[in-house]
């Protein structure tokens, strides 16, 4: 059956201070993955996605960046954080199929002091 | 990507049924329906995906409109462990790929 880890499950991390969040996938070959953020009471918001090694679209303009090192390894970056970049990060991932569903890991709660 | 419209809030009685309406008036012939929930502190569940025709699984039933505009995710019967963020999404066949994008769903409450 297919996992997904990610971690840590939550960070505090001063302003200006860089960031890495890690997802990796188990199970599964070439899977589409994807990053999106939960700010408090609000929905969730796609940032990145990626259907192959280093093939990352961005569907928000940030000082977030998104890599993808290995087939099944999604990495979540920022060289200065900013206290707007506090929320709940979630990594999924789904099959090229039409009609895959998405699986979501347990998420990194973010908080920028 | 084609919107969906739901309703902020919902409120049911344990062991009753329920029904989670979502509006999807602009839905192209290509477009699934996917249904999520999310607990709180959680990563978002898959919960069921349809075309044109009613879903069943062992969480939920869906039922599309005939003219696919609209649909209903139906909980049989509630319990206090479906209280949750129900999400309405359509996802379009033929893209570049599979990305889904949420709205803010409905918060679904569950009274014992």
């Known amino acids: 059956s297919q996992t997904i880890h990610q971690w840590p499950a939550t960070l505090v991390q001063p302003v200006g201070s860089p960031l890495s969040l890690e997802c990796t996938v188990e199970?599964?070959?070439?899977?589409?993955l994807y990053w999106y953020r939960q700010a408090a009471g609000r929905g969730l918001q796609l940032l990145f996605y990626s259907v192959g090694i280093g093939q990352i679209s961005s569907e928000v303009p940030q000082n977030l960046s998104a890599s993808r090192p290995q087939d099944r390894q999604f990495i979540l970056s920022s060289k200065k954080l900013l206290l707007s970049d506090s929320g709940f990060y979630l990594c999924a991932w789904n099959r090229g199929w039409r009609d895959s569903p998405l699986h979501f890991g347990n998420g990194t709660r973010l908080t920028v002091t | 990507d084609a919107k969906t419209t739901q309703p902020n809030s919902m409120e049911s009685n344990e062991e009753e049924p329920v029904h989670l309406p979502c509006n999807h008036s602009?839905?192209?012939?290509?477009?699934?329906i996917h249904w999520y929930r999310q607990l709180p502190s959680q990563g978002p569940e898959y919960v069921i995906h349809?075309?044109?025709s009613n879903v069943n699984n062992r969480m939920a039933s869906l039922a599309i409109a005939e003219d696919r505009k609209s649909s209903t995710l139906i909980l049989h019967r509630a319990t206090l462990r479906d209280a949750a963020v129900y999400y309405c999404?359509?996802?379009?066949?033929?893209?570049?790929?599979?990305?889904?994008?949420f709205g803010t769903g409905t918060l679904l409450a569950v009274q014992p």
């Open positions: 602009t839905i192209s012939g290509t477009d699934y």
């Open positions: 999404i359509l996802r379009t066949i033929g893209g570049a790929t599979n990305k889904l994008i």
């Open positions: 349809g075309l044109t």
């Open positions: 199970g599964t070959s070439n899977p589409n």
